[in-house]
T-cell receptor, first 115, second 116 residues
């Protein structure tokens, strides 16, 4: 069965520090991978996605993620955290064998940014 | 452009009452999804529709839950009777299916349900 594991339900960094949010997945076929961000009291919005091609994907707000097939990972990074990055981040993978757009989400990682 | 619109944003009700959550997807989108979010279980897909037809409702918890999509611009999720364990944030999301599983879902702001 497919699954998405996000290591660390809560990550805290200082403003200006590197952000690293970890995501590992299991899938029997090459997956499509996504990161979504959820600000307080809002819905999720797409941060970036990997479908095919270049394994380093750039998203909005300076975030990027690298698909590493050998490690079944899709970690999210940002070189320098900003206070406005405080939110919850969800990694997701397309459910195989099903119809499009059906995603399996990780349990989320809440990012706190200290001044 | 208007995003996915959900109503109500907040609902507090008593156990046993009927609850109806509403969703208006983004115009032109032909896929619609209902998710439930709780601290314990995270985000769970309840049901999704393609072109107004339910495709997968395996995530619907039990017969107390039902969802309809009478037309391309409106969907409802109904819980009858409601129970305290149904308390959660319910999200509606829509996407434009172009024959490729891009997975780009557009989410509404959610309906926070509290069942006392």
């Amino acid at each position: 069965a497919q699954s998405v594991t996000q290591l660390g339900s809560h990550v805290s960094v200082s403003e200006g520090a590197l952000v690293l949010l970890r995501c590992n997945y299991s899938s029997s076929v090459p997956p499509y991978l996504f990161w979504y961000v959820q600000y307080p009291n809002q819905g999720l919005q797409l941060l970036l996605k990997y479908t095919t091609g270049a394994t380093l994907v750039k998203g909005i707000n300076g975030f990027e993620a690298e698909f590493k097939k050998s490690e079944t990972s899709f970690h999210l990074t940002k070189p320098s955290a900003h206070m406005s990055d405080a939110a919850e981040y969800f990694c997701a993978v397309t459910r195989t064998g099903g119809s499009q757009g059906n995603l399996i989400f990780g349990k989320g990682t809440k990012l706190s940014v200290k001044p | 452009d208007a995003g996915v619109i959900q109503s109500p944003r907040h609902e507090v009700t008593e156990m046993g009452q009927e609850v109806t959550l509403r969703c208006k997807p983004i115009s032109g989108h032909n896929s619609l999804f209902w998710y439930r979010q709780t601290m314990m279980r995270g985000l769970e897909l309840l049901i999704y529709f393609n072109n107004n037809v339910p495709i997968d409702d395996s995530g619907m918890p039990e017969d107390r839950f039902s969802a309809k999509m009478p037309n391309a611009s409106f969907s409802t999720l109904k819980i009858q009777p409601s129970e305290p364990r149904d308390s959660a944030v319910y999200f509606c999301a829509s996407s434009h299916y172009q024959g490729v599983a891009t997975g780009e879902l557009f989410f509404g702001e959610g309906s926070r349900l509290t069942v006392l």
